[in-house]
């Protein structure tokens, strides 16, 4: 380690030395009262299994189709504590996790599937006008940005898949891209404009709760899923307190359900970290730019996102790791050291900060990798049950779209969606443990010093992507 980057890591240690390692999404809003847990056997014309935004979009649209549909949702712990309560809230027109993964894993439908996520980017903002959901949404659009030259290819690339599938996007090139954020390492971007952009996802997933239980779903927190089995009189689901017959059910637990033996052969639970900023001042935001306040992704093989939230603070993402086991709460990610790396790759991001901000919080969650990154569906007792999973990124808006189609499965409707690639076929298998932990360890090291090292991390990784694991993009 040279001079420079140790003395990097101490700053980046003294940085987070009074961090809270929790979501600031979650912190930085009211506690809000469970609602009570189920205590007596009910029925129900469709259950819905977790309170993520995949479970809450799914069941306010079942009710919003037809209202007199008796809809049940039951959430293991309280509402938003997996992946719907720590992601970054980038939004993203893309349903399948960007242009250009959809095009590596359909690319005969990547048209329709690009005018299907516009039409649910409007579907998702009309619903929050519709609630009076106030969560912090900021229309700034999505921007990918180049580190350093090299980065150029993948920037150009993108911005003729953008203009191909029909959204309005620019290419910037160095001068622009650093007008609109002073970065130094950025030497290019693709500015997708419209129907893109940030969102508080605590805010969110509290409006999203108030509007399924206006709309008259049931809903029940500390109420987990103990088992299911089909019966005379349709599909019997054991909680603690209670058991409810569905006719129905749709689960909707994303990275947590990666534990189920069916589930976990091809999802594999995939942390992600992120650090928050305390509230920059007028001064730094001067240093900084941004004054259209895009979602920001970039091009190092270990990417890094970040965006700003609407008190001025930098939400800066990326460092993937994972634990054996599917282990979903790591001791090790409620400490400093995690997050070491990624505060340095802030401070190269933005020197001009780098001696005069702190972070505030730090935090880190699993969420489902697939081989495909977005979302598949798996059928159990003849179809009536239906696991919707698999968000890998772009989930915010992603799981309103995959929560419609999962419904349109379940309730076995013949609908233009139903019948196409994704809605059909399943992402590869995951190898077990202890494969699983190794090949994830090699990878995460592999991908962490590919850009300085070279070697024989690219043939690796090469490796890797060509097993259908697109790890870089």
Known sequence: MSKNTAGQAIKAQAALADTRFKSYWLDSIDVDDDEAALQHDDRCDLLVVGGGFCGLWAALQAREQNPERNVMLIEAYSVANGASGRPAAIMSTSVMHGIDNTERIFPAD???????GRENMDAFRATLERYAIDCDLEWGGEMKVSIGDQGLEAIDDDYQLYLKYGHDAVRLDKAAVQAEIHSPIFHGGTWSKQRCGTVHPGKLVRGLKRAV??????????????????????????????????RKVLLATNAWAAGHPHISRRVAAIRDRIVVTEPLGEEQMQKIGWQNRQGIYDTRTQLNYMRLTADNRIVFGGRLDYFYGNDTDPTLDKTAQPYIRLVQSFYRTFPQLADEI???????????????????????FDGNMVFAGGYSGFGVTASRFGARIGLAIVDQQDIAETRMQFAQTLPGYIPPEPFRWLGARITMYAL???????????????MVQKMGFPITM
């Open 110 to 116: 990547v048209a329709e599937l690009e005018r299907l």
């Open 213 to 246: 239980l206006t709309a008259g779903v049931r809903l029940y927190e500390n109420t987990p899923l103990l088992a299911a089995r089909k019966t005379a009189g349709g599909i019997s689901v054991d909680t603690p307190g209670a058991t409810i017959t569905a």
């Open 358 to 380: 702190r972070f505030a919080y730090a935090w880190s969650g699993p969420i489902g990798l697939t081989t495909r990154m977005a979302v598949h569906y798996q059928k159990y």
């Open 448 to 462: 962490d010093t590919l850009d300085e090292k070279g070697g024989w991390r690219g043939w690796w990784v090469k």
